[in-house]
């Protein structure tokens, strides 16, 4: 769609109210109903569908009924919001000619209130040239729903970003002067696209320079990902200038090595085909290895080491995970410590000698209830119904009582208890069913399916016959 800002003259303060009220309902709606757009725009004598009407002329809003009567901004209404709003902060005064079209973007010029003209990119993600968008772009990252503006808003908000970060260490990028929804304003590059040039003084030295910033991307941790030249400038002094920058990745992307791969095919493939440059290819040696013959053979992204930055943890690039943000606070802060051999072993060893203990406890309670047993038969008789119960619940419990009995067997009978100290046979028990309990593992022996029908009736009284058989 067409840029025409003498619109912008025609547009009141009303307008401009009932586009920012289409734009926040567009927040959780496709299709922004009629009758929100009246309550978030609050103008008073139904002004707002009178308005409405006003923007359908220009085209800065479609009208859809399918479902429900309802609206949605166009681009052309976004590009208003955003020229609206950089306006009102004096970043510029005037909109002049297009400068170029992409799949992606449209670049016109702007001018200061002092005469300085800058450029004006304003991306315009879904064309029909361009869709495959949620494949090739990561603006979505985790978000499963979006629209085209959305996304434009993403791409400018990272590109302008990537831009200020090159800007900041040195690298040859427009200067980045603000950003608003889906606009990016930047310093106007004295050149020409690198497409357009059919003849250079010094192609050498050209192309060392345009490789050099790919290994100095790569050495502060980003791949340009679209690094050809459609997307490098050069002015009259042969002087570089790299631009577009939303499709940035980082180094450590899953595939960060074909990405540079493919910046590297790329200008090598036009300075031989525009140029006649000849480079010699690598050859690969005896073990396989990768032998350059002289300096105009490929580069290999694995030599290239990550020592200038890391700017793509600063920018969050795409690729850097969570994992590698940790990896480099390490390597900050100092060397990674080892977890020492010597520690693990000697929290085995505590572990393998509270183990022992226990097992010693543990026989000496059997012993000792052994002993009290023995000396007391009925006793003896009343544990026989636990004990025949827990051997029926556990097979650990079976060989605890038959260990008991071979060790009772070895005891001497010379202490003497008292048949009626209930006391030290409720100590027993308890410390006997501990035993248990620490040799099942914790586990709870589970009760019977049918004992919360325990309530009176005929199946109460079946148990109370199947409990009573099982006492005798």
């Known amino acids: 769609m067409k840029l025409d800002v003498d619109v912008l003259r025609y547009l009141s303060k009303d307008d401009f109210r009932v586009l920012t009220a289409v734009e926040m309902g567009m927040r959780n709606h496709e299709i922004v109903p009629s009758e929100l757009v009246h309550r978030i725009a609050s103008l008073k004598h139904g002004g707002t569908y009178k308005v409405l009407k006003n923007l359908l002329r220009y085209k800065l809003l479609h009208h859809d009924s399918s479902k429900y009567d309802g609206f949605r901004l166009t681009y052309l209404g976004y590009d208003f919001l955003a020229i609206k709003t950089l306006v009102n902060r004096g970043v510029f005064t005037a909109v002049g000619r297009q400068l170029g079209v992409g799949k992606e973007s449209d670049i016109f010029e702007v001018a200061r209130e002092d005469g300085t003209i800058l450029a004006m990119k304003l991306h315009r993600l879904g064309r029909t040239s361009f869709r495959a968008v949620k494949s090739k772009r990561d603006y979505l990252r985790h978000r499963n729903s979006y629209n085209w503006l959305y996304l434009s808003r993403l791409a400018a908000l990272k590109e302008f970003a990537f831009m200020k970060a090159l800007e900041d260490h040195g690298f040859p990028v427009p200067n980045a002067v603000d950003c608003n929804r889906h606009c990016v304003i930047m310093s106007l590059v004295q050149g020409y696209p690198l497409v357009q040039v059919n003849q250079l003084q010094n192609p050498d030295s050209v192309f060392e320079t345009i490789i050099g910033l790919v290994v100095r991307l790569a050495e502060h941790g980003l791949i340009h990902c679209d690094f050809n030249e459609f997307n490098i400038m050069i002015d009259d002094d042969e002087k570089v200038t790299m631009i577009d920058f939303p499709q940035m990745v980082s180094v450590s992307h899953q595939n960060a090595q074909m990405y540079f791969d493919r910046d590297v095919e790329c200008i090598f493939k036009f300075f031989r085909k525009r140029f006649h440059l000849n480079f010699q290819e690598t050859t690969d040696g005896d073990d396989g290895s990768d032998i350059g013959t002289d300096e105009g053979s490929r580069l290999s992204f694995a030599s290239i080491s990550k020592t200038a930055g890391f700017l793509d943890k600063e920018l969050a690039a795409s690729g850097f995970t969570r994992k590698d943000q940790d990896v480099i606070q390490k390597f900050i ?40 047993i023995h000396k007391n038969p009925d006793l003896n008789s009343k544990k026989e119904g636990v004990s025949e119960e827990n051997q029926q619940n556990s097979e650990a419990g079976q060989g605890c009582e038959h260990d008991r009995h071979n060790a009772s067997d070895k005891e001497d009978d010379n202490e003497t208890v008292n048949e009626n100290d209930a006391e030290l046979m409720k100590r027993i028990e308890k410390q006997r069913r501990r035993a248990v309990a620490a040799v099942r593992g914790g586990r709870k022996s589970l009760a ?25």
Do not use: F, M, P
Not at 350 to 361: D, L
Not at 456 to 471: C, R, T
């Open 448 to 472: 019977s399916r049918n004992s919360y029908k325990d309530k009176g009736g005929k199946s109460s009284n079946n148990s109370k016959i199947q409990k009573q058989l099982s006492n005798w």
């Open 333 to 372: 802060g100092g060397s990674i410590e080892e977890s020492g051999s010597d520690d693990e072993g000697s929290d085995g060893g505590n572990e393998s000698e509270t183990n022992e203990t226990n097992v010693v406890g543990l026989d000496s309670l059997h012993l000792a209830e052994q002993d009290v």
